[in-house]
């Protein structure tokens, strides 16, 4: 075969024969990879392809995410997302409401929003940063939603903003109660800075496919609100 220019070398290609720019000159990949797409790694020296679903972890798998700038009444994560998971985590972030004396809250339902279950809750809330040491407990019975905050400031550009982690557990079990523990933190109407903990036990039988977050009292007004689905 003929050659322009001079003939390759009958070698093995080696690092020192690849430029940076096979990689870099490439178009960017500017979200995580599916699960069908692939690498090129050396298994001990021999050269294989491999799909990303065997890359690293997969035990925590971002399902949707959320984000709001405007007046909505709820965020729902319904069936298309929620569903096949025992364990979900959500974490919510700069949650505005939009009058003062707000409370927000978690529902569950296992009919897409058609229904919600009932929630038997037990909450805590210590007073935390100016009146770290007061402590108030509360507790409630049958309750319509896992409460988040309560009594939350209006939003501000500052200091207005509530926040959440929820662990949502047994979302699967067609016959056990579900079960949610939060941790939130929210400004009180009042001015002082609350930190909440929360416990709660929905009496929803049959599996959650459906999540909703809202104000129960008037609208959610901003946030981001991140939906996982934890593998057990």
């Given at each position: 075969m003929a050659y322009i220019g001079q003939a390759p070398a009958n070698k093995p290609v080696e690092g020192s024969d690849i430029s940076a720019t096979v990689i870099t000159g490439q178009t960017a990949l500017e979200t995580a990879p599916a699960d069908t797409d692939e690498f090129l790694i050396s298994d001990a020296g021999t050269l294989k392809r491999i799909d990303a679903s065997l890359v690293g972890g997969k035990d925590f798998v971002k399902l949707a995410t959320t984000t709001i700038s405007s007046a909505v009444s709820a965020v729902n994560f319904d069936?298309?997302?929620?569903?096949?998971?025992?364990?979900?985590q959500l974490r919510m972030s700069n949650i505005g409401v939009s009058n003062d004396a707000d409370d927000i809250g978690i529902k569950l339902s296992s009919d897409n929003?058609?229904?919600?279950?009932?929630?038997?809750?037990?909450?805590?809330?210590?007073?935390?940063?100016?009146n770290s040491g007061n402590?108030?407990?509360?507790?409630?019975?049958?309750?319509?939603?896992?409460?988040?905050?309560?009594?939350?400031?209006?939003?501000?550009?500052?200091?207005?903003?509530?926040?959440?982690?929820?662990?949502?557990?047994?979302?699967?079990?067609a016959s056990n109660h579900k079960h949610m523990i939060s941790h939130s933190f929210t400004k009180n109407q009042n001015g002082g800075y609350y930190a909440y903990w929360t416990t709660s036990r929905n009496q929803l039988t049959s599996a959650v496919n459906y999540i909703r977050i809202n104000n129960e009292n008037n609208t959610l007004d901003s946030g981001t609100f991140t939906l996982y689905g934890i593998e057990s």
């Open positions: 069936n298309t997302v929620v569903g096949g998971y025992n364990y979900y929003g058609s229904s919600f279950g009932s929630i038997e809750a037990t909450r805590a809330y210590p007073q935390s940063l100016e402590y108030d407990v509360s507790s409630a019975g049958d309750y319509s939603y896992h409460l988040l905050t309560q009594d939350s400031e209006a939003t501000e550009s500052t200091d207005g903003i509530s926040g959440a982690i929820v662990d949502i557990f047994n979302a699967s079990n």
